[in-house]
């Protein structure tokens, strides 16, 4: 078969390919000729002139395919012949932000013009196939790089439609139904630092295969995760996109998702599907295991790449295999799908493991350069790169884990200890729609715990205590199976990793520690043992009761300078606040410890089952009857003597009585938890702990309370 090799030809489709392509019809008529040869084939038997015309206008859509043919088989067979004139293996050929290559000397312009022709082919392809495009349409979805939500500025709705949408937007935990009418190929702003723009990568860098694991997401948001990666990431090092199904019951991510991708992206999906519910954690994995590629990339299925993301990455890999890369997270907000630029940042985490932006360290704000990798002791988990044999080799995500939370903090923990190291690459930029909703079980909390004891055990030496501190929970006997640890035990010991202690001094130095702490645990009086004390609403600054749930607000800490805290662990914010007796109220105070002049009326007698007194004031924290909420107030008064009893758990192993909590209902939502809180991260953890409480219906908001034994005196 011979398409258009004259150099007539030749002459013409330079001539056409030369210039932009505007996506009309009325192109045909002027690439008409390069394919007379071809045509002629098919129109014999036509008579006269005006039914041919007749005829190529109500095919247009055939003839546009089979010159898009002609000109594609022209440009193979003429960047064959030309090969000569390409670069010799292995010479490296910088390229600029557009992608285009430059080269020395007599293959220059060769080159050039096959680059060119390259890229135009492309843009005609794209022609073609969003003028034939029915792939997506019989889905409802739309493709092209317009419409609304372009630029990632808000997309609206109308009233009609804000009540339809009602539905999806709560199933999915964000609007789905304006995502089904927003492109898949829509474009969105660079956020990159403008230093970006003018970095060059080498051509050759190492493949990646991109990973996409999903329950239960809605079509258009992962095939706009798809189209995007595939338009953003250059062609020539996107092996493989590799769709891991977590077990979705809806019956669109199945045949209609599978032949969608199979038909609009030939040979480069694929698709693997968990027979049960595995958890993110395990599905990555099962992605990792198809891989092929150099490079793995995992990503949630709700994202959008950006320009030029993909460069930055692989080349931090190819320098140095053993980084695992996160591309900086911006924000797709859930209703509106508006894009939202997120500051540069770490990823930290706090002493039940959660985790959450935090400020670069001082190093990289002293350098003073804001495109340059910032140095992360861990995490969020959303999006993130690895070599894959290293990857392999370092022990990929904790399978013994559930479901998630915990994986992306150990990760960090474990490259840093073993050897590697974590960046986040302001040059690289994914956006991500922060759920609303989870779809996977909704007492995330419960699996995170799980999660978190195994990190401790495994990595935290003798720092594993404040993860059970902070989760308030005692050392043992706590009842929560946290599985066999062995293989992990024994992975650590293989790579003959560094200790916890060298993490915190080197990587993560802003972590606060708690060694000082003597005892912890709930705080509660012996004849009203069913309330405890509790920080209450935070804005009123003062400890009160409430009916025990024995999580993070109701952490009673007693530290070897006899400051008395309450309520969850500080990671690198402010600090918990402590108690104080200032003289003047009844009522005992909550006061951020440090901004507490007199060391006196800050420090306390404690010890089990004896009266609480503050060393200021001898006044001792008593519990008395009222008329308020729970029956009872915590108030600071003479010392009546009587004993209670704290129900506390001494650091050195001397465990309370209390049970485990294992039945203890929570609904937090972890994944969003971590990714909203990290949204800023001035003040993370209290975000994450506020968002923690209310999802556990905890309601401290109006019921402030609480407290603890001491001299009881009920009544
Ligand atoms: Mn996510």
């Not at 898949?184 to 990973?211: A, T």
């Not at 003289?583 to 005992?588: A, D, I, T």
Request: charged letters at 25%; proline letters at 5%.
């Amino acid at each position: 078969m011979e398409f258009c090799c004259s150099t007539a030809c030749r002459f013409h489709s330079f001539d056409y390919l030369g210039d932009p392509l505007p996506p009309t019809v009325t192109e045909f008529k002027v690439y008409k000729p390069i394919c007379v040869t071809f045509l002629k084939i098919r129109l014999i038997g036509f008579r006269t002139p005006t039914s041919l015309m007749a005829f190529m206008i109500r095919r247009w859509k055939i003839l546009l395919v089979l010159n898009a043919f002609a000109v594609a088989g022209f440009v193979t067979f003429w960047g064959k012949c030309n090969l000569r004139t390409s670069k010799a293996p292995g010479q490296q050929a910088p390229i600029d932000a557009r992608g285009q290559t430059r080269l020395n000397g007599s293959a220059q312009d060769a080159s050039i013009t096959h680059e060119v022709l390259l890229k135009r082919l492309g843009s005609l392809e794209d022609v073609v196939y969003r003028q034939l495009n029915g792939l997506s349409k019989s889905l409802g979805l739309i493709e092209g790089f317009g419409g609304r939500g372009r630029g990632g500025v808000p997309a609206t709705m109308t009233p009609a439609e804000e009540k339809q949408a009602k539905y999806l937007r709560a199933k999915y935990g964000y609007n789905a139904f304006l995502s089904d009418r927003i492109s898949l190929d829509r474009s969105i702003p660079d956020y990159r630092p403008s230093k970006c723009r003018k970095v060059f990568y080498p051509r050759d860098l190492p493949q990646i295969s991109l990973i996409f694991i999903f329950v239960n997401e809605a079509l258009s948001v992962i095939l706009r995760s798809v189209h995007s990666a595939v338009n953003h990431t250059p062609a020539h090092l996107l092996k493989e996109v590799i769709l891991v199904d977590d077990s979705s019951d809806d019956e669109q991510l199945k045949g209609p998702l599978e032949e969608y991708v199979n038909k609009r992206y030939p040979g480069l999906i694929k698709i693997v599907r968990n027979q049960r519910r595995e958890g993110l954690i395990r599905a990555r994995i099962e992605g990792w295991k198809v891989a092929t590629a150099e490079v793995t990339g995992f990503f949630d299925a709700h994202v959008e790449f950006t320009p030029a993301w993909a460069e930055p990455v692989l080349s931090r890999i190819k320098e140095n295999p053993k980084r695992i890369i996160l591309p900086s997270i911006d924000n797709i907000k859930d209703d509106t799908f508006e894009l939202e630029r997120y500051e540069n940042s770490g990823h930290g985490f706090n002493w039940e493991l959660w985790c959450m932006y935090i400020s670069p360290p001082k190093q990289w704000w002293d350098r003073g350069d804001t495109s340059a990798p910032i140095r992360t002791p861990a995490m969020i988990g959303c999006s993130f790169v690895a070599n894959r044999d290293y990857f392999g080799e370092l022990g990929l995500l904790d399978s013994g884990m559930d479901v998630y939370g915990g994986e992306n903090v150990e990760l960090g923990i474990r490259v840093w200890m073993c050897g590697g190291s974590m960046e986040v690459l302001p040059c690289s930029r994914v956006a991500h729609i922060a759920r609303t909703k989870k779809p996977y079980h909704s007492n995330i909390a419960f699996h995170t715990r799980r999660n978190a004891l195994r990190v401790a055990e495994v990595w935290m030496d003798e720092y594993k205590s404040s993860v059970y501190l902070a989760w308030n929970i005692p050392m043992e006997n706590h009842g929560i199976d946290y599985g066999d640890i062995s293989e992990r035990v024994a992975l650590r010991n293989s790579l003959r990793c560094k200790d916890f202690e060298w993490y915190l001094n080197n990587i993560y130095p802003e972590m606060r520690r708690y060694n000082n702490t003597l005892f912890y645990g709930e705080i509660r009086n012996t004849n009203v043992t069913h309330l405890c004390v509790d920080q209450g609403v935070k804005e009123n600054h003062t400890a009160t009761l409430h009916p025990c749930h024995g999580w993070s607000p109701q952490l009673g800490r007693y530290t070897g300078d006899g400051y008395l805290f309450l309520g969850p662990l500080g990671s690198t914010g402010e600090d918990t606040h402590c108690v104080v007796d200032d003289r003047v109220s009844h009522l005992p105070q909550l006061i951020n410890c440090e901004k507490v002049s007199s060391l006196r009326q800050k420090t306390w007698n404690f010890a089990q089952n004896e009266s609480i007194m503050n060393r200021a004031t001898g006044r001792c924290l008593e519990v008395v009857q009222a008329s308020v909420y729970f029956g009872y107030t915590l108030v600071l008064r003479p010392c009546t003597g009587a004993k209670s009893r704290a129900n506390t758990r001494q650091m050195a192993n001397q465990l309370s009585s209390i049970k485990p909590r294992a039945g203890l209902s929570i609904s937090l939502d972890a994944d969003d938890t971590q990714e909203r809180n990290a949204a800023k991260y001035a003040r993370p953890v209290e975000r994450s702990l506020k968002n923690q409480t209310n999802g556990g219906h905890v309601q401290l908001d109006k019921t402030r309370t609480l407290v603890h034994t001491s001299a009881l005196m009920t009544s």
